[in-house]
Nanobody
Framework: QVQLVESGGGLVQAGGSLRLSCAAS????????MGWFRQAPGKEREFVAA????????NYADSVKGRFTISRDNAENTVYLQMNSLKPEDTAVYYC?????????????????WGQGTQVTVSS
């Protein structure tokens, strides 16, 4: 069983930056594709970014491309989401997730393990 714990959320002004972290335990972190998803109030949870097990392949939602960067440190069992040029529409609860395989990385139903989420609020 894999446990995921997110941290790094908070309140930031538009144009600012935040770095989210997700620490994993209880599994073989280096074998998992890792993803970040987010859910805004009144909206469905959506894909944000994903990174392959070695970190050689990354993918992003169009809405965050060029502003967000996903990375991982397999020695530290941690995945990161660097968020720059934040906009009010980025306000959401951000979740990290883990899965085996990499096909359809944007589909949340493919992910087996989820963290509890961390709130990101961007003020205008």
């Amino acid at each position: 069983q894999v446990q995921l714990v997110e941290s790094g959320g908070g309140l930031v002004q538009a144009g600012g930056s935040l770095r989210l972290s997700c620490a994993a335990s209880g599994g073989t972190f280096s074998s998992y594709t890792m993803g970040w998803f987010r859910q805004a109030p009144g909206k469905e949870r959506e894909f944000v970014a994903a990174i392959s097990w070695r970190g050689g392949s990354t993918n992003y939602a169009d809405s965050v491309k060029g502003r967000f960067t996903i990375s991982r440190d397999n020695a530290e069992n941690t995945v990161y989401l660097q968020m720059n040029s934040l906009k009010p529409e980025d306000t959401a609860v951000y979740y990290c997730a883990a899965r085996g395989g990499s096909v359809s990385y944007y589909l949340q139903q493919k992910y087996n393990y989820w963290g509890q989420g961390t709130q990101v609020t961007v003020s205008s």
